[in-house]
């Protein structure tokens, strides 16, 4: 399952947050079901699923721009756990 509208024109996998394993309709013939693992029984209609996996995706992003800008510093300030430290339900293959 992809939604079809990445930055690279390729198309990426959906996964469950939980396990890995790529996202499917609960009922095939119905693309209107709603979305999620089988094996974690995680599910969510099409529309949050992709919204979840899109967030995971520009959370990660700010992470690796964040840990790129303090690179080569001698220490880091301690702080909150930021988005980045989330588990999202929903997650991509795409790497950043």
Same mark, same amino acid.
């Given at each position: 399952m992809s939604d079809g509208s990445t930055s690279d024109d390729a198309e990426h996998l %959906?996964? @469950?947050?939980? @396990?890995?394993? &790529? *996202?499917?309709?609960? *009922? $095939?013939?119905? &693309?209107?079901?709603?979305?999620g693992c089988v094996f974690c029984n995680n599910w969510a209609n099409i529309d949050n699923v992709i919204s979840i996996a899109k967030e995971s995706v520009v959370s990660a992003a700010k992470k690796s721009r964040s840990h790129s800008s303090v690179y080569g510093r001698k220490f880091?300030? %301690? $702080? $909150? &756990?930021s988005d980045s430290d989330i588990i999202y339900l929903f997650i991509t293959d795409y790497e950043v």
């Open positions: %959906v996964l @469950c947050g939980f @396990c890995g394993s &790529p *996202v499917a309709h609960r *009922v $095939e013939s119905d &693309p209107t079901s709603q979305a880091k300030a %301690v $702080e $909150e &756990p």
